[in-house]
């Protein structure tokens, strides 16, 4: 799913995956290890996920960004494809302390991608640009 993850999230992520898609929920004993390899941000991001927090948002050209609902009411963009979250606590706790793996928002895109539960926004490459540039003021 992403290289930048270590090996045991990715495959933790891979039989939520495999496990929702049978029966659209996710076992208690992966609920367990999640929390366990994640800490607080687990339950978090599955929260972000259920309320439909996260919107895949693609463009004509083919970039793919993702963006989140915080519980602020604050919207982030995240980069699966870099491993990379426009929140302060990914700038402070994962870029300059290295003491998590991710923010909630980063540990919701890989949860929605897992259990297929993200929102889908087509925008146009302009669009698309300004989201990237991270401009607070653009048009929605
Ligand atoms: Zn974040």
Redesign the pocket.
């Known amino acids: 799913m992403d290289a930048t993850l270590p090996a045991v999230a990715e495959e933790l992520l891979n039989e939520i995956s495999s496990a929702f898609k049978e029966t659209s929920q996710i076992p208690d004993e992966l609920l367990l290890a999640l929390k366990f390899v994640f800490g607080s941000s687990a339950v978090q991001a599955l929260d972000l996920v259920d309320q439909r927090s996260v919107t895949r948002v693609l463009s004509p050209s083919g970039r793919v960004v993702y963006q989140?609902v915080?519980s602020s009411g604050k919207l982030?963009t995240?980069f699966n494809s870099c491993h990379y979250?426009?929140?302060p606590?990914?700038a402070f706790s994962v870029l300059r302390k290295s003491d998590t793996l991710l923010?909630?928002?980063?540990l919701a895109v890989y949860l929605s991608q897992a259990m297929g539960m993200s929102q889908e926004l087509n925008v146009s490459d302009k669009q698309m640009t300004s989201i990237l540039l991270m401009d607070e003021d653009r048009e929605r």
């Open positions: 989140v915080g982030y995240c979250c426009s929140c606590a990914f923010c909630k928002h980063l």
